[in-house]
């Protein structure tokens, strides 16, 4: 039989009906992509993970009438309630992320999340019977996904109580998807760069990008295990979890002692929780390993205010930043070109705080 049978596509209701009742106050949503700590914002909305804007935008309209009290004057009280707070504390933040700034920063987080599930293997928690059928089925998985996805979401909302079950189903299958693609096709809808050729002339030339009329390039993709606990951490960080930064930091240190990045994101994450100590000596070692690691010498800053004098510099970092006074001398002006262009990809996670 089909996954997708008739009688598939209602394999999921008991477990709606054992979850909801629990889950829907406090909207405890602990399954998907949502058990790795990140927020499923394409499930609230119920599109898939690969939904262009204008998708994401007409989705949200018909969810936001769906949910409005205009729509539910024949409703019981407790369901109005209930659509309220749907609408104010989840669909719409979810909406805000995948139309604004952010999106693009959520799909890398999507991106490397399946390449990390498909490059550990294994199977992940499932719940829904919809979903493991998916992780088991063979064929198109894009095809199979978007079937799936689609019937669910027809009644996302409807009752009000089966949402929050409904959105876990949802993450599921998006979980699902990301490992069988292993993150691949997440960003195939951003908007392409013009194209170097599209006004040929009369001679060959070389296009020079400037940074008046290029966009800022997305973070690099994760080269290293490193990097990855870093780009985890650099999630955390946006939402002000700085304790799981620190875990995910320190994990990472340990496959790389010396990593300066690593060290510097984790002095960071420290002085963010005022933690002056520990801050000194991650971003001392991460300038040991690298002088011109721009968080690090933001950071630098930081702590010189608090302490109301210099950070101490070791001489294996002295050593490392030149061995001769003209070469210092060059080093210290590379310092202060680096620490004004915000710290590349990561720049903006500190900003102009001095707390």
């Known amino acids: 039989m089909s996954l997708f049978s008739?009688?598939?596509l209602f394999l999921w209701r008991p477990f709606l009906l054992l979850t909801h009742i629990t889950q829907i106050m406090a909207f405890s949503i602990k399954h998907g992509l949502f058990q790795y700590?990140?927020?499923?914002h394409h499930a609230v909305l119920g599109v898939s993970v690969t939904a262009d804007p204008g998708t994401v935008r007409k989705r949200y309209l018909k969810l936001a009438r769906l949910l409005h009290p205009d729509s539910l004057r024949n409703a019981s009280e407790e369901d109005?309630?209930?659509?309220?707070?749907?609408?104010?504390k989840l669909v719409n933040p979810a909406y805000e992320v995948l139309k604004g700034k952010a999106r693009n920063e959520h799909q890398i987080v999507l991106e490397q999340t399946g390449k990390r599930l498909a490059s550990e293997g294994g199977t992940p928690k499932l719940n829904s019977d919809i979903a493991q059928?998916?992780?088991k089925a063979g064929g198109d998985a894009n095809s199979g996904y978007t079937q799936a996805l689609n019937a669910i979401a027809k009644k996302q909302y409807r009752p009000i109580g089966s949402a929050i079950a409904t959105i876990e189903i949802l993450s599921e299958l998006n979980l699902v998807y990301l490992m069988k693609q292993g993150g691949k096709g997440v960003r195939s809808t951003a908007p392409k760069t013009p194209s170097n050729t599209a006004k040929p002339s009369g001679k060959t030339t070389t296009a020079r990008p400037t940074a008046a009329n290029n966009a800022p390039p997305p973070p690099a993709t994760p080269s290293s295990p490193v990097e990855r606990y870093i780009a985890r951490a650099q999630e955390?960080?946006?939402?002000?979890?700085f304790a799981k930064a620190v875990l995910e930091l320190r994990d990472g240190l340990?496959?790389?002692?010396?990593?300066s990045a690593c060290h510097a994101m984790l002095g960071m994450a420290y002085l963010k929780q005022d933690q002056i100590s520990m801050a000194k000596v991650?971003?001392?070692?991460a300038l040991q390993s690298n002088p011109?690691?721009?968080?690090?010498?933001?950071?630098?800053?930081?702590l010189e205010k608090k302490l109301g004098k210099p950070l101490g510099v070791s001489s294996s970092s002295a050593k490392s930043s030149g061995k001769s006074t003209g070469k210092s001398a060059r080093t210290s002006g590379s310092r202060k070109t680096d620490k004004s262009q915000s710290g590349g990809r990561f720049g903006g996670l500190f900003g102009n705080k001095n707390k």
């Open 6 to 8: 008739s009688a598939g």
């Open 37 to 40: 700590d990140l927020t499923d």
């Open 80 to 88: 109005k309630r209930q659509a309220s707070e749907l609408l104010s």
């Open 133 to 135: 059928s998916f992780l």
């Open 236 to 241: 955390y960080i946006t939402k002000n979890n």
């Open 254 to 259: 340990k496959l790389d002692p010396k990593n």
């Open 282 to 285: 991650h971003v001392t070692k």
């Open 292 to 302: 011109n690691e721009p968080i690090a010498l933001q950071c630098k800053t930081v």
